[in-house]
């Protein structure tokens, strides 16, 4: 009787559907990208991405932080963001289940470093000494 009770109990909550969304952030190259923070909206998650990139979110947070199931039938907004790469976003639809998402591609941050108006080369200053406008005590 005890058995019954316990299948009777745990039944239910092993063949609830499990509501999930998971993908993987990768850089231009197709390679993944580690430790990006992953953020979903609305629900207030942020989590980092492992070794291969990959992420899986199976939670929400309401108002007090705590963890709450995620909202079917809802647009959601993810969010991926690290140093050294543009921030992306993606915006999707999620009915309920398991989704696996489309790979996120980061592009990586780039210097433009252009050259100056004024031209720093010293031979065109020879009239200049290096401590020029330098006033030293006892001088």
């Known amino acids: 009787m005890h058995r019954a009770l316990c299948l009777a109990l745990l039944l239910p909550a092993a063949c609830a559907p499990h509501h999930v969304i998971s993908g993987s952030i990768l850089d231009r190259n197709g390679q993944p990208v580690e430790r990006v923070i992953v953020g979903l909206q609305p629900g207030g998650v942020e989590l980092v991405t492992d070794a291969q990139g990959g992420f899986s979110i199976d939670y929400l947070r309401d108002a007090n932080g705590n963890r709450t199931r995620l909202r079917r039938r809802t647009d959601y907004t993810l969010s991926a963001v690290k140093t050294g790469f543009h921030?992306?976003?993606?915006?999707?639809?999620?009915?309920?289940?398991?989704?696996?998402?489309?790979?996120?591609?980061?592009?990586?941050?780039?210097?433009?470093?252009?050259?100056?108006?004024e031209n720093l080369d010293p031979a065109i200053y020879p009239d200049r000494a290096q401590n020029d406008g330098a006033t030293y005590e006892g001088e």
């Open 87 to 117: 921030d992306a976003t993606k915006i999707f639809h999620f009915t309920r289940g398991e989704l696996q998402l489309d790979p996120l591609t980061l592009t990586e941050d780039t210097i433009r470093v252009e050259a100056g108006v």
